[in-house]
């Protein structure tokens, strides 16, 4: 026996096939291990959905992560590439199967285009946040301002009292100058945006959905 | 062009949509539009119901019975919330509704005022789509819109919000239609993929087991599913709303699923080697404990809604689409096969099922009536051709379990929702549905109170309604939990009753009471032979239980088939 052990001898436990597919017997059961794992392992989902320009569809959508209990982290919606089309960018923390779940029940929303789901593996990610500062403090310490170009953030606003800054990045590196900044001492208001994405396919899903409908539409 | 007033064009676009029934209730917000409906009284049958619940439960057994969208109007603030119990149900249960509520004019909109509510807010989260029709203008399509994604699709109800200035603003009305909508994809190509992948299952299987639901016949798919079953020679076990998708006595029809289904499917869930689901959504009353649900199985679903995929229960393959097309795709690769030793395996749980339980209920010697005895008799009086409509509790379970059905689109009953008070103004609505046919309602002396104005719609229209009132002075269905898992303890489960039939002869509704089961038979075929509605009143066993019974949370194969009260 080649393979050792059950191998090649029963029909039953369909690890043959995949040794004979060239994947070794360990490999394939520690792939679909990870899989049970992701599908029921709570991290950070990143929902894009594109709508019609309908008033009142914004609730609906929210409502869907509502009734399953799953709360929502950021939520960023603004008109998309597509003429007429709406985009919506959400995160929220779920397990993959009520990820795909809540997709599923938002795209059923008769106004709802596309829904999908992805991981941060996935996509480019960008945040952006607004920092106002004391300036008194600014020019006694000078860490604050080698804080401010060690994050690459922009100053873009200064006058007796307070100096706005501005910094562009994924989630982690807006959180560390808050917080590096907020050790000093001079943070007067922070505010963050929501998430805005792109994925990384190299063709936009919504265009062929649409290009897709509109011949379903000519079919006709 | 001719302007005419947006309560007109609302009139108009009705009939362009070939509505000729509509169940409904006027108001301050929606007197418009039965200004013009005055005008429109020979070609838009109004039926006035008692109470916009009404309206909606009607329209609802309309629709079931018909396949036809059925259709309600009322006016706003309470009109509208009325309405929101139906819409809900219509839901759960797939049926196509259009409701038409009036709204407060626009420049009122959001001042609170008077008969003023967020329709579209609030029964957005219940309805397939609402939309507010706030200018004239829009009615056409917005009609047009409504008719096509109530019916297309997995049905649903649809809500329009009327605003009053749009009903009387003038506008130039131009015929709308509505085949289209490109973020809606009612009708979704078949994946060649999955039909292959199914069959291929399917011809594998040697101990194969179909669930039956409302989808076959919500598409229409009876002889295909018939076709699907005979060809791979599989048995099925449906669920309450899919009773009539395949004729009860059908060899391969094994029984009902779920809670209080048949003995046999219940247990041959868990020992077939391929369940396959059609159009049906693994309700928790069907699957019991999903952690032991059909474990040893593959799993097949087949549905046009996308979103019922691996919801409840995880599936190994899911045929998405139409099944009155999938089916027949998949039926065409089948194998002709034959299962006669697995199929046969039913029949001790049938024979266990029967002794212990059917046969009692049915053929009882002593003792007060019994709801299952009754049902049946009725059921055979119509040479089990007729529509069988039920409210809510024991009434409907028992009802389900011994009603027989040989014909299509002969179940009305609040499956998903469990709606008491659903009965009687369904059963209104199915009159008009099918007019040809018996329509017999199973009603209890609790679901009978919540919707009894509804005896003055059936008074005014002559609705040929066969009400069989199952009194058993309680509110059966809690009571038999409150024995069997609140220690006996009837937290305010005994109904004090008036007199039914002095209440229906108010209404001009012939009525009779059966106490003697040997008065049983002749007065069944009175009731039958007496035209127009009739109020039949049993007096039935107080305390009786409906069994088998798979315990709320427990597996689905360990069926309790005896109760004995402690």
Sequence with gaps: MAFGGQCGECTECGKCERLLNGQTNDDSIKKEEKKMEQDNSVRLYTFIIYSENVPGLLSQITAVYTRRQVNIESLNVCASSTPGAHKYTITAYCTRTMAEMLTKQIEKKIDVLQANVFTDDDIFINETCLLKISTPIMLENKDVCRMVRLHQAHIVEVNSIYATIEKTGITSDILSLYDSLKTLGCVLQFVRSGRICITKDYTEHLDEYLADREKKRNAK | ?566
């Design chain 2, 1 to 566: 062009m001719e302007k005419i007033t947006g309560a007109e064009a609302m009139m108009r676009a009705l009939e362009n949509e070939g509505v000729d029934i509509l169940f409904g209730y006027p108001g301050g917000s929606i007197m418009p539009t039965y200004d013009a409906l005055y005008d429109h009284k020979k070609t838009l049958n109004h039926i006035l119901v008692r109470h916009e619940q009404g309206a909606v439960h009607a329209a609802q057994g309309y629709a079931r019975v018909s396949g036809k969208v059925g259709c309600a109007i009322v006016t706003s603030g309470p009109g509208a919330t009325n309405t929101i119990t139906g819409i809900a149900d219509a839901m759960i249960d797939s049926t196509p509704l259009v409701v038409i509520a009036g709204q407060v004019g626009v420049a009122m909109l959001g001042t609170d005022a008077f008969q003023e509510v967020d329709v579209v807010g609030v029964t957005s989260p219940i309805s397939k789509w609402s939309y507010q029709i706030r200018r004239a203008e829009d009615i056409a399509w917005a009609v047009a819109r409504a008719f096509y994604i109530a019916k297309s699709g997995r049905p649903g109800p649809v809500v329009l919000d009327f605003a009053k200035n749009a009903q009387t603003g003038m506008v130039e009305y131009e015929p709308a239609k509505a085949d289209f909508i490109r973020s809606y994809d009612p009708d979704p190509d078949l994946n060649e993929e999955e039909i292959r992948e199914a069959a291929k299952m399917i011809n594998e299987s040697v101990k194969p087991f179909v669930l039956v639901g409302q989808g076959v016949e919500l598409g229409n798919a009876r002889e295909e599913l018939k076709a699907f079953l005979e060809k791979a020679d599989m048995p099925c076990g449906t669920t309450f709303l899919g009773l009539s998708a395949i004729e009860s006595d059908h060899r391969l029809n094994k029984g009902i699923l779920g809670m209080h289904g048949n003995l046999g499917p219940n247990v041959m869930t868990n020992k077939c080697d391929l369940l396959i689901a059609v159009g049906m959504r693994f309700d928790d009353r069907v699957t019991g404990n999903l952690a032991t649900y059909a474990k040893q199985a593959k799993i097949i679903h087949f549905d046009i809604d996308r979103s019922e995929f691996n919801k409840n229960v995880k599936v190994n393959l899911s045929v998405h689409g139409d099944c009155k097309k999938s089916l027949a795709a998949v039926t065409k690769l089948l194998d002709k096969a034959t299962h006669t030793s697995w199929i046969d395996g039913f029949k001790p749980y049938e024979e266990k099922e029967y002794q212990k339980v059917i046969d009692k209920a049915l053929h009882p010697t002593e003792g007060p009536l019994l709801m299952g005895e009754v049902i049946r008799k009725v059921s055979e009086a119509t040479n089990n051709a007729g529509i069988m409509v039920t409210d809510v509790g024991q009434n409907q379970l028992f009802a389900c379990r011994y009603f027989k059905f040989t014909k299509a689109r002969s179940v009305v009953t609040s499956g998903g929702l469990g709606t008491m008070g659903f009965g009687i103004p369904a059963a209104i609505g199915a009159t008009f549905g099918a007019p040809d046919r018996t329509v017999c309602l199973f009603v209890g002396d609790g679901g009978l109170q919540m919707t009894i104005q509804e005896f003055g719609t059936i008074m005014e229209q002559g609705a040929p309604v066969k009400m069989i009132l199952l009194n058993n002075n309680y509110l059966g269905n809690v009571r038999q939990w409150q024995e069997m898992f609140f220690s006996h303890r009837y937290s305010f489960t005994p109904m004090l009753n008036p007199n039914y039939e002095l209440i229906a002869k108010g209404y001009g509704i012939p009525a009779k009471t059966v106490v003697e089961r040997s008065e049983l038979d002749a007065a069944i075929k009175e009731m039958l032979a007496t035209p127009g509605p009739y109020l039949l009143q049993c007096a039935i066993m107080e305390e009786d239980n409906v069994m088998p019974m798979v315990p709320p949370g427990a597996n689905i194969d360990e069926m309790i088939l005896e109760y004995k009260s402690k």
